[in-house]
Nanobody, 119 residues
Framework: VTLVESGGGLVQAGGSLRLSCAAY????????MGWYRQAPGKQRELVAT???????NYADSLKGRFTISRDNAKNTVYLQMNSLKPEDTAVYFC??????????????WGQGTQVTVSS
């Protein structure tokens, strides 16, 4: 299973970006999907998660600016980021709990996509 992220880049403060993450491979089902981020010199932190049924969970500091969604038919999760701030600068990682033939449930991570917000 491979998670492929896209949509990162450089944006000015106040701008928006939409990240996408698609899962590829011999996938039977995907439970929770989510986004995490890691800024230089800091630990990786939760951004948001979403269950297969659409229940969401956000880091308190990001509620109202970020929106997570998913398309189960495409095995894809999205992160809409609005009103971006320089402190949102980080590498954003996609995560998914995937049911794979002969493996069972396993946790997968994408390679990360850089988001840079200039002031």
């Amino acid at each position: 299973v491979t998670l492929v992220e896209s949509g990162g880049g450089l944006v000015q403060a106040g701008g928006s970006l939409r990240l996408s993450c698609a899962a590829y491979g011999t996938i039977l089902s995907i439970d929770a999907m989510g986004w995490y981020r890691q800024a230089p010199g800091k630990q990786r932190e939760l951004v948001a998660t979403i269950t297969r049924g659409g229940s969401t969970n956000y880091a308190d500091s990001l509620k109202g600016r970020f929106t997570i969604s998913r398309d189960n038919a495409k095995n894809t999760v999205y992160l809409q980021m609005n009103s971006l701030k320089p402190e949102d600068t980080a590498v954003y990682f996609c995560n998914a709990d995937v049911l794979v033939t002969a493996v069972g449930w396993a946790d997968y991570w994408g390679q990360g996509t850089q988001v840079t917000v200039s002031s």
